[in-house]
């Protein structure tokens, strides 16, 4: 894949490469996801033929380095895959955007062993990964965590519960944040990694949600778990840190599946703006209207080139990733929130209907506010930032 620090994006322009991705991905979704989103919608199932599809394309974990069988994305390369699918279903952008999630703190703290080991199966298809920070009481407080890893030998055993898991039952691989010294309390949290098949492990019942109602979500319950000590990721009491530098780069996914739903919703509008007739004429001819297209559409780009920006500060490593990543994904999804709310008055009372994807698409927007941290969470992220003097002087 393209190299960004040396790809002409710093203006935010694509590469060919990067070009040639979004064509592929695009004609896949249209192909072999759009037509099943309302069906995974209203049946609350996993989108399988997404999963499918992606897997063949080599579109489901595409950030996998070359040299663990992956496709070698640039973080740029991630955003579009996840933004294009997005554009056709949100429920099936999670599937590259939550393996990479789950899998990128191995990335980043995990022993060579850890990712070959793991980092291979991904990328071969063999499972998806899942993230588990959240629990019944660390939401937005994630540094109180209560599950809990005990040593034992050449072994940690886990126990305690983890909420909010998306995917989870699907994936066959979990990174895990658990307590290893409470006294510590953050400093005290470390990272492991955890399979399905790993006796001990069980779920909750999949929660009824307002929208990705295609991507499950459940809580993962860890009793008397039993692993081997070599999956821990680095090192005892780094896994708050891991955590935290995961979601720097990982909030850029989800700004750019907001930036792709709000882009579904767009087209959407504009394509029954032209083709609705009311006092004779195409309601695309009435001022009013083209004001509300012109709005969206320059939110919607707005957002884009940010999150371009973003990933550009991801793949670099930038030390003011923090402030760019927790602003591309606010914004883009409140954007994401606007934009879709908007198509649906676009299309009037039919908008309000399951019969157009509009009113799908704006249940999905939402999410995109809450998970990863909430927006309010992310605007404080960005004023200690702010306040630290570590946004870049442009």
Known sequence: MTDVTNSDFSSYGLTEEHRAIREAVRDLCDAKVAPYA????????????????????????????????????DALATCIVIEEVARACVSSSLIPAVNKLGSLPIQIGGSEQLKKEYLTRLAAGEGGFSYCLSEPDAGSDAANQRTRAVRDGDHYVLNGVKRWITNAGVSEYYTVLATTDPD??????????????DAGVSFGAPEKKLGIKGSPTREVYFDNVRIPADRLIGEEGQGFEIALRTLDHTRVTIAAQAVGVAQGALDYAIEYAKERQQFGKSIADFQGLQFLIAEMGMKVEAARQMTYAAAAKSERGDDDLTFFGAAAKCFASDVAMEVTTNAVQVLGGYGYTRDYPVERMMRDAKITQIYEGTNQVQRIVMARQLLAGVQSQL
């Open 184 to 197: 510590k309390r953050s400093r005290g949290i470390s990272a492991f990694v955890v399979e399905r098949s």
């Open 38 to 73: 309302a069906e995974v919608d209203e049946q609350s199932r996993f989108p399988q033929e997404a999963a499918d599809a992606l897997r063949a394309a080599d579109f489901h974990a595409p950030h996998v380095p070359e040299e663990y069988g992956g496709a070698g994305a």
